[in-house]
């Protein structure tokens, strides 16, 4: 039970967490999509189920994803990655996708809707989350991605719409997550085991590549924001 008291596992918590809630406006997207033709009595049930099934079958991937960064040279692919997904975030590409999800009125048939394109949208959130996860280190990897799923999973179905509300009204949550992904993309990168042994592991390192990659995602999305914002009318 130690090993829940520790201050590295409830940062961790509270990582995985945002992640989930500014990551997740996509993913509350297609589940009103896919049950929006869904009788109203029905529709409760298939956000339900659907999104379960999403969430297990994310925290398979999130196990194979853990396991896969012990692989040299693999965080560091995963934290370029999580540099391009902060960068999205923070200058996101405005053409619509959601238009090829199809509503249905059949129960199972949208549970299975939700639970497929979450799976194709989770990429994002899996490295995320598996990164924040190898942030706390030690034994408890799962249990922390688990205990972070779950109690992200009402922020997500009966909070989402509150949450997109507040980060349009307050785009400081958006930076905020946009940098945080670039902070674990720093402190990832440094421990990649072909990294460890070239450089001394100190809290300072952690800390100065967390920062380091929080700047580079702010510094990035920034500039690739401000080249697609149309030049003002003669």
């Known amino acids: 039970m130690e090993q ?4 590295d596992f409830w940062v961790a918590v509270g990582q995985i967490i945002l ?15 896919a049950c929006r033709q869904l009788p109203p009595a029905q ?20 196990f194979f994803a853990l396991t896969l960064l012990a692989i040299p040279y693999l965080k560091l692919v995963g934290a370029a990655l999580l540099v391009w997904i902060g960068v999205k975030l923070l200058a996101p590409d405005h053409e619509d996708g959601h238009g090829n999800i199809q509503g249905s009125d059949k129960l199972w048939s949208a549970v299975k809707t939700v639970i497929v394109a979450d799976l194709v ?5 899996v490295i995320a989350i598996a990164g924040a996860a190898e942030s706390a280190g030690g034994d408890h990897k799962m249990p922390l991605v688990i205990f972070g799923l779950l109690v992200s999973i009402p922020i997500i179905v009966w909070g989402s719409q509150l949450v997109l509300k507040l980060m349009d009204r307050f785009p400081i949550i958006i930076t905020v997550g946009g940098m945080l992904l670039g902070w674990i993309a720093g402190t990832m990168a440094v421990t990649d085991p072909a990294v460890t042994h070239l450089i001394a592991q100190t809290d300072t390192l952690k800390y100065a590549a967390g920062l380091s990659g929080a700047l580079l995602v702010l510094a990035i999305g920034k500039w690739v924001a401000r080249g697609r914002t149309p030049a003002p009318s003669a």
């Open 4 to 7: 829940f008291m520790t201050p």
């Open 19 to 33: 992640i989930d809630i500014v990551l997740g406006g996509d993913n509350a997207v297609v589940i009103a999509l």
């Open 43 to 62: 529709r409760t049930k298939g956000i339900l189920w659907g999104t379960a099934g999403a969430i297990i079958l994310r925290v398979i991937l999130i």
């Open 121 to 125: 949208m989770s990429i994002d959130n």
